[in-house]
């Protein structure tokens, strides 16, 4: 529950759990408020606001972290990557598995050219040409191509 202060000059609104709430200058409603609104009362310099927003709904609320049990879920999962990259590609499993897809490297044409070259060698291979224009135009030919 929050304990709303209007100090604006002329009558303000907040968009309440049940409905809009109008508040008149140096006025103060007990109403319940999601999180979700926080930013916006916030950012109107109209409120004096106290209390606990309610949860937004349809989110639970956050279950503790255990650092512990995230890094060995991590270092678990990044195994499994390994694995699975091996099984794919023998002999490479030491390479990244961060392939993209055609669409993705496109988006990086805007960007440095030697980052999107190098992305785009990966998906082209030997054939990547030289210049920029001719390697859009190869990466939105593989896009285009069923699989």
Do not use: C
């Not at 956050?62 to 270092?75: E, F, R, T, W």
């Not at 002999?91 to 496109?106: R, S």
């Amino acid at each position: 529950m929050l304990k709303i202060t209007n100090i604006a000059k002329g009558p303000r609104g907040v968009n309440a759990v049940g409905g809009p709430v109008l508040i008149d200058p140096d006025q103060t409603a007990e109403v319940e408020v999601y999180a979700r609104e926080k930013e916006h009362i916030d950012a109107t310099g109209w409120f004096q606001v106290k209390g606990e927003y309610q949860p937004n709904p349809g989110q639970p609320a956050a279950a503790p972290v255990n650092d512990d049990i995230l890094a060995s879920k991590d270092a678990e999962i990044a195994k499994l990557r390994k694995q699975l990259a091996a099984k794919a590609r023998p002999g490479k499993a030491d390479e990244p598995t961060d392939v993209k897809t055609a669409a993705d490297v496109l988006a990086l044409a805007d960007g440095n050219f030697m980052a999107f070259k190098s992305a785009a060698s990966k998906l082209l291979g030997d054939k990547t040409p030289e210049k920029k224009a001719e390697i859009v135009a190869a990466l939105e030919d593989l896009a285009t191509k069923p699989e």
